[in-house]
């Protein structure tokens, strides 16, 4: 069961989660699009239950209302933002997306709280980046002191 909505401001929007939060038995993911919008990030925030907080970059919906969008490595200091601050607010497992193209990316999304990644618009370059990222996974794992990918998720220090 797949569906979608879209609410303009968390007072609309709102109200329909918690309808769909209280019956649905299955995973219930909420995007904050656009991932600048204070509003869409409560909503989601609010929706942390059964299976995470998908965040994405916002292109489809931007595009939707004529005004463009941003996707690729223009995107990623927004969205590795995005993951720290969901990550530092619920315990829910976050899905790092937008600009992920390389091991780099990978491990600094790791870092910042994404417990997954997701590579996008770089398959559109490089349909091979999928697979050079899981080459270069255990390397890097190993190279952070790390033996599995839990062991890195959100050790960010920021102080």
Excluded: W
Excluded at 3 to 17: Q, S, T
Aim: charged residues 15%; proline residues 6%; negative net charge.
């Amino acid at each position: 069961m797949t569906g979608r909505f879209r609410a303009r401001g968390a007072e609309k929007a709102l109200p329909l989660l918690a309808l769909l939060l209280g019956a649905l038995c299955i995973p219930l993911r909420a995007e904050i699009i656009p991932p600048h919008c204070p509003e869409a990030q409560k909503l989601c925030l609010q929706a942390d239950r059964d299976g995470g907080i998908d965040y994405k970059s916002g292109t489809a919906f931007m595009l939707g209302n004529v005004v463009g969008g941003l996707s690729g490595p223009a995107i990623k200091p927004i969205a590795l933002r995005a993951v720290y601050q969901a990550a530092q607010a619920v315990e829910t497992p976050i899905i790092g997306i937008g600009g992920i193209a390389t091991i780099d990316d990978v491990m600094e999304f790791l870092v910042a709280g994404a417990t997954a990644v997701q590579l996008g618009t770089v398959n559109f370059y490089n349909p091979r980046a999928s697979m050079e990222v899981l080459d270069a996974l255990p390397g890097a794992l190993a190279a952070a002191g790390a033996t599995c990918v839990a062991d890195i998720v959100g050790t960010l220090v920021t102080e």
